[in-house]
Structures are given as C-alpha cells and as structure tokens.
C-alpha cells in the first residue's frame, strides 16, 4: 500500500518523494514540509538521521514550556505560603507588640502617682502596723524638710522586699495625686544639698527599669571607651533612650533649638507666674517637656559645679517703674575642661510696650579657654505666644498675662 502525504493526502512515490516521522511515523511530501531536494538526500544518505514533524515538534515545545510554567507557578505558590505566613506572623507579633503596649501604659498610669523612697530607716520588732505607722512618720518628716507646705494627709507606704545587713528595703508611697509626686520630685535636689542618704525616684515600670539598665550600661561602657562629656536626657522623668555628649548638642543644631525652646519655655512660664500650666494634670506636653528639661539641666548644673545667679533689678524715673530686669545666669569659672556658659535676660518695659523681651546667650568653652559656638536669641513673650508654640489660651488664663501687650504684676524677688 502506498504511503501517503499527509499535508496533502497524495501518494508518494519515487516522482514525488518524501520522508517519515521518525516519532508519529507520519509520511510527508518533502516540498509539503519546505525540504528541498539536497536536504532530502541528506536525511535518506545520512545513518541515523530521525525527522521530526511540525506537530511533533510543537508537543515537545509545548510540554518543555509545560513544564517551565508549573515550576514558576510551583514556585509562586510557594512564595505566597511563605508570605503569607509571615504576614500573620507580623499580624500576630503586631497584636502582641500593642496588647504589651496597652499594659505598658496602663502600668504607668497606675504608678505615676507612686514614688520610691531609699535608705529610710527601718524600725526593727514591732508588728507590721507599727512598723508602716513609723514608716509613713519617716515619709512625712522627709516630706517637709523639703517642702513644709505639701499636702500629704492621704498617702500609703509599703516596704519592697525585706532589709538585708546595712541595707533597708525601699519604701513605696502611693500619694492621693500626680501633683504632689510633681512637687516632691522639683524638690527632692534639697535632700543633697543636706547631705541626707534619703534618695527618691519614680515608681518605674519593669519595661523602663530594663531600659534604664541598659542605657546606664551603654553610658559606661562609652566613657570606659574616653567618651567624658555624656549625659542620659530624660523627657517627663524617664529615660529617652539616647545618651548626649557635649560635642553633640554643640554640633547639632536641631538638637540646640529644641533644648533652648525647652529651656526657655521653662524659664518663659515661671516668670509670667503660669504655675498651673505646670501642675495640673492636663498640663500640655509641650509644658511637661519643658518643665522637666529645666529641672534636669538645674541637677546637671549642681552636679558638676556650675553657679547659678538670679538677679531682679526695677529702674525707676519720677518715682515710676521704667524697666523691670531678670537676669539668670549659669556659668563655670573653671577653664581647664569644656564648659556650657547661659546667661538670660528678661526685661519688662512698663512705659513704652509694656512687653517681656528676651534676651539669650550660650558659649561652650573649650579646655583652651577659647570661646565657640556661641548662640544668642532675642525675642520678646508676646511673639512666642503668637507663634503657636505655646498654649496662650492656658497661659493668659493661669498667669497674669492677659493679653499682649503683656501687663504684668510686678513682683519681687
């Protein structure tokens, strides 16, 4: 039987030749598949040449491109498992980070109206009652060395853990409000200043006290590295997580504008008589920040023998009030190491604008005496206000500025 083409279902025959699929034994004219006559020879002389059809050709492309194709969606797929499972990881891990956080400010808030007190003596025998009568007895006369005006009528102590040897167990005040914990911390730089061994902090949380450990670690850990000129900045009586060197702030000017804001926000707000913005409990961030900032600077500056100055000065023409001064300084007489000189002037002219202008000044000198990077400011009260800084609202409500042109009571210092 003769064989026939394919493509165009004819006989072939030794006039019209043609060849066999060598995979679907398919026969085809060789001009039906554009084999001419010398590629012809060459599959029919050539031993063990194979032809392959058109069709045949195509399936094993087909497959070949198959089989790429599911490796890649294989591989899709098996990314997007993987994506997915660590997307309900971070979904997971997210519940877990803010449920922690919830905790974490719930803890603080329970503990704000709290402070710990140590090296309190301790009474020894006695029952428990009589021993917390004493403690709370010890509490109240601490109290009011350092603030003789405080109201402490409601307050709780409790002893954490037990005394051991020459060391007592600290004593937990928990305080009817976050106020007087306010007072007794802006106070508490008296009991050094007596020479007391009596030390009082914060009731922190377990979380901020893990935090504290490790900055303090860093801190030595840099100094013990030549590193002589860090602090630890605290914002709102906890550690910010960042410890600052002199050459810091002196070479960073973002940071040099936020600290003197802060500082002269502070300074700002107990001049002009604002001690409520300061006190009450929906007191702005804004004041809290600054508040804290001053107090920390105050400490530092004790602490490594700065002297502090505070002048009030009134000129008087025909038996009036001129100009009314204030003037704060804080100043190191010391030149043999790297020191912060500030100096401050308030000045209140009563008969022309009747205006607080403010006057600042900052120098760091270097261990050669030498004066650089000096920051001067002037600017008068009414234009901070203006500016949006500050909660004007709060401030002319709780002071005596009623509106600007400032009008201000004059008081002495």
Known sequence: ???????????????????????????????????????????????????????CRLKNVGCATCSTMMDAINNLQATIKSLQSEIQ??????????EAVIQEI????????????????????????????????????????????IPIENFKTNRLGKSSGDKTAPIKVEFSSKEIVFTVLKNKYKLKQNDSPI??????????????????QELKQRQENGEDDLFIKYINDSVSGS???????????????????????TLILVYVGCGSCVTVGTAPTYVQIALTFGLTVASLVQENNYYFRHEYAKLVGENKSVLNLTYFSFYKFNRTTGALNISLLLAEDVTIK???SIAFDAYIFLNNGYRKSPINFKTNVCEILKSGLYDASRIFQDSDIKQCPVKKVIRNT
């Open 1 to 55: 039987m003769a064989s026939v083409c394919t493509k165009c279902t004819q006989n072939i025959n030794t006039k019209s030749p043609g060849l066999q699929c060598g995979f679907c034994s398919s026969f085809f004219h060789a001009k039906c598949v554009s084999i001419n006559k010398e590629q012809l020879a060459t599959f029919l002389d050539v031993q063990g040449s194979i032809y392959k059809c058109e069709n």
């Open 89 to 98: 990881t971070m979904k997971r891990k997210d519940s877990e980070s803010m």
């Open 106 to 149: 719930a803890d603080r808030q329970k503990r704000q109206n709290n402070l710990i007190f140590y090296n309190v003596p301790e009474q020894q025998g006695g029952n428990t009652a009589g021993r917390r009568a004493t403690d709370s007895e010890n509490i109240v006369d601490i109290l009011r060395k350092i603030v003789p005006d």
């Open 199 to 216: 030390q009082i902090s914060t009731d922190k949380t377990t979380l901020e006290r893990q935090h504290f450990k490790a900055i303090i």
């Open 243 to 265: 410890i600052l060197g002199l050459s810091d702030i002196t070479d960073n000017k973002a940071i040099w504008k936020m600290l003197v804001a802060e500082f002269l926000g």
């Open 354 to 356: 009747n205006d607080v």
